[in-house]
Protein backbone atom coordinates (compact mmCIF):
# COMPACT_ATOMS: atom_id res chain seq x y z
CA UNK A 1 0.00 0.00 0.00
CA UNK A 2 2.85 2.39 0.99
CA UNK A 3 4.47 1.98 -2.69
CA UNK A 4 1.48 2.30 -4.57
CA UNK A 5 0.50 5.51 -2.07
CA UNK A 6 4.50 6.69 -2.87
CA UNK A 7 3.91 6.08 -6.63
CA UNK A 8 0.63 8.44 -6.71
CA UNK A 9 2.30 10.99 -5.50
CA UNK A 10 5.45 10.75 -7.33
CA UNK A 11 2.77 11.05 -11.06
CA UNK A 12 1.18 13.82 -9.28
CA UNK A 13 4.40 15.89 -8.63
CA UNK A 14 5.19 14.89 -12.38
CA UNK A 15 1.77 16.01 -13.44
CA UNK A 16 2.25 19.37 -11.79
CA UNK A 17 5.88 19.97 -13.17
CA UNK A 18 4.86 19.38 -16.10
CA UNK A 19 1.91 21.68 -16.23
CA UNK A 20 4.01 24.21 -14.91
CA UNK A 21 6.58 24.05 -17.53
CA UNK A 22 3.76 23.95 -20.21
CA UNK A 23 1.70 26.74 -19.31
CA UNK A 24 2.17 29.92 -22.11
CA UNK A 25 4.79 32.68 -21.17
CA UNK A 26 3.71 35.95 -21.13
CA UNK A 27 6.01 38.18 -23.53
CA UNK A 28 8.22 39.35 -21.04
CA UNK A 29 9.48 36.14 -19.56
CA UNK A 30 12.80 34.74 -20.67
CA UNK A 31 13.49 38.15 -22.52
CA UNK A 32 15.97 40.72 -21.62
CA UNK A 33 15.85 44.19 -22.76
CA UNK A 34 18.13 46.83 -22.15
CA UNK A 35 18.31 50.49 -22.98
CA UNK A 36 21.22 51.27 -24.61
CA UNK A 37 23.22 54.39 -22.80
CA UNK A 38 22.18 57.72 -25.23
CA UNK A 39 25.91 58.04 -26.61
CA UNK A 40 26.63 54.59 -27.18
CA UNK A 41 27.37 53.89 -30.50
CA UNK A 42 25.33 51.62 -32.73
CA UNK A 43 27.80 48.65 -32.76
CA UNK A 44 28.44 49.45 -28.34
CA UNK A 45 24.89 49.06 -27.93
CA UNK A 46 24.59 45.94 -30.00
CA UNK A 47 26.86 44.45 -27.95
CA UNK A 48 25.41 45.60 -24.95
CA UNK A 49 22.22 44.52 -25.73
CA UNK A 50 22.80 40.82 -27.18
CA UNK A 51 19.60 39.68 -28.33
CA UNK A 52 17.56 41.53 -26.49
CA UNK A 53 14.35 43.98 -27.87
CA UNK A 54 11.86 46.26 -26.91
CA UNK A 55 10.14 48.88 -27.21
CA UNK A 56 10.62 52.37 -28.24
CA UNK A 57 13.52 53.96 -27.09
CA UNK A 58 15.09 50.37 -27.29
CA UNK A 59 16.88 48.34 -29.24
CA UNK A 60 15.87 45.99 -31.13
CA UNK A 61 18.40 43.66 -31.86
CA UNK A 62 16.47 41.70 -34.51
CA UNK A 63 16.70 44.79 -37.15
CA UNK A 64 20.20 45.19 -36.49
CA UNK A 65 22.11 42.61 -38.41
CA UNK A 66 26.01 42.94 -38.05
CA UNK A 67 27.54 44.50 -41.06
CA UNK A 68 29.24 41.26 -42.28
CA UNK A 69 25.83 39.30 -41.86
CA UNK A 70 24.39 42.80 -44.52
CA UNK A 71 26.95 42.09 -46.89
CA UNK A 72 26.36 38.08 -47.37
CA UNK A 73 24.90 37.55 -50.62
CA UNK A 74 21.77 35.15 -51.67
CA UNK A 75 23.03 31.83 -52.93
CA UNK A 76 19.27 31.15 -54.06
CA UNK A 77 17.48 32.16 -57.42
CA UNK A 78 14.31 33.75 -56.16
CA UNK A 79 12.48 31.81 -59.28
CA UNK A 80 9.14 30.07 -59.07
CA UNK A 81 10.12 26.79 -57.16
CA UNK A 82 11.91 29.36 -54.08
CA UNK A 83 8.89 31.32 -54.15
CA UNK A 84 6.59 28.85 -53.62
CA UNK A 85 9.11 26.81 -51.23
CA UNK A 86 8.53 29.94 -49.55
CA UNK A 87 5.35 30.67 -49.49
CA UNK A 88 4.57 26.91 -47.74
CA UNK A 89 7.13 27.59 -45.11
CA UNK A 90 5.63 31.24 -44.06
CA UNK A 91 2.24 30.14 -44.27
CA UNK A 92 3.27 27.86 -41.64
CA UNK A 93 6.18 29.87 -39.65
CA UNK A 94 5.29 33.22 -39.81
CA UNK A 95 2.14 34.68 -41.19
CA UNK A 96 0.43 33.84 -37.73
CA UNK A 97 2.19 37.02 -36.73
CA UNK A 98 3.30 38.77 -40.41
CA UNK A 99 -0.27 38.56 -41.72
CA UNK A 100 -1.00 36.52 -44.81
CA UNK A 101 -0.51 39.52 -46.84
CA UNK A 102 2.64 40.48 -44.58
CA UNK A 103 1.94 43.74 -43.54
CA UNK A 104 2.71 42.85 -39.84
CA UNK A 105 -1.07 42.56 -38.77
CA UNK A 106 -1.41 38.92 -38.56
CA UNK A 107 -3.90 37.46 -35.60
CA UNK A 108 -1.04 36.94 -32.99
CA UNK A 109 0.54 40.45 -34.05
CA UNK A 110 -1.91 42.30 -31.47
CA UNK A 111 0.50 43.53 -28.61
CA UNK A 112 3.73 41.96 -29.31
CA UNK A 113 6.19 44.76 -28.65
CA UNK A 114 8.33 45.44 -31.39
CA UNK A 115 5.45 44.83 -33.84
CA UNK A 116 6.13 41.90 -36.61
CA UNK A 117 8.04 43.81 -39.32
CA UNK A 118 5.72 44.73 -42.64
CA UNK A 119 7.27 42.95 -45.31
CA UNK A 120 5.00 45.53 -47.62
CA UNK A 121 6.70 48.76 -46.61
CA UNK A 122 9.67 49.58 -49.06
CA UNK A 123 11.21 50.75 -45.85
CA UNK A 124 11.14 48.15 -43.84
CA UNK A 125 12.31 46.29 -47.18
CA UNK A 126 14.75 48.50 -47.81
CA UNK A 127 17.46 45.44 -45.79
CA UNK A 128 19.98 43.82 -47.46
CA UNK A 129 19.04 39.87 -48.29
CA UNK A 130 21.60 39.57 -46.24
CA UNK A 131 20.21 41.31 -43.86
CA UNK A 132 16.63 39.57 -43.80
CA UNK A 133 18.61 35.86 -43.16
CA UNK A 134 20.58 37.16 -40.24
CA UNK A 135 16.86 38.25 -38.66
CA UNK A 136 15.02 35.19 -39.68
CA UNK A 137 18.28 32.77 -38.36
CA UNK A 138 18.48 35.03 -34.92
CA UNK A 139 15.34 35.99 -34.32
CA UNK A 140 14.86 38.81 -31.88
CA UNK A 141 11.97 38.85 -29.22
CA UNK A 142 9.57 38.32 -29.79
CA UNK A 143 10.43 36.16 -32.69
CA UNK A 144 12.00 33.33 -32.45
CA UNK A 145 15.37 32.17 -33.86
CA UNK A 146 14.97 29.94 -36.90
CA UNK A 147 18.54 28.95 -37.42
CA UNK A 148 18.04 25.57 -35.83
CA UNK A 149 14.69 24.55 -37.15
CA UNK A 150 14.63 25.42 -41.18
CA UNK A 151 17.67 24.77 -43.42
CA UNK A 152 19.60 27.61 -44.34
CA UNK A 153 18.12 27.29 -47.77
CA UNK A 154 14.74 27.13 -46.64
CA UNK A 155 15.80 30.40 -45.22
CA UNK A 156 16.65 32.04 -48.12
CA UNK A 157 13.69 31.34 -49.51
CA UNK A 158 11.67 32.78 -47.01
CA UNK A 159 13.95 36.08 -47.99
CA UNK A 160 12.87 35.85 -51.23
CA UNK A 161 8.98 35.09 -50.79
CA UNK A 162 8.81 38.19 -48.27
CA UNK A 163 11.08 40.04 -51.09
CA UNK A 164 7.69 39.75 -53.58
CA UNK A 165 5.76 41.18 -50.45
CA UNK A 166 7.05 44.90 -51.60
CA UNK A 167 6.58 44.20 -55.35
CA UNK A 168 2.82 43.62 -55.07
Known sequence: MKNVLQSVLLLAALASILALGCAKKTPTEGTTTV????????????????????????????????KDAQAVRNPIKADVASLDRGKALYAKNCALCHGDKGDGKGPEAAGLTPPPANFTSKEEMGRTDGALFWVVSNGGYPMPDYSKTLTENERWDLVNYVRAFVKK
Open 35 to 66: KAPETATAPEATEAAGKAAGTEGEIDIASKAP
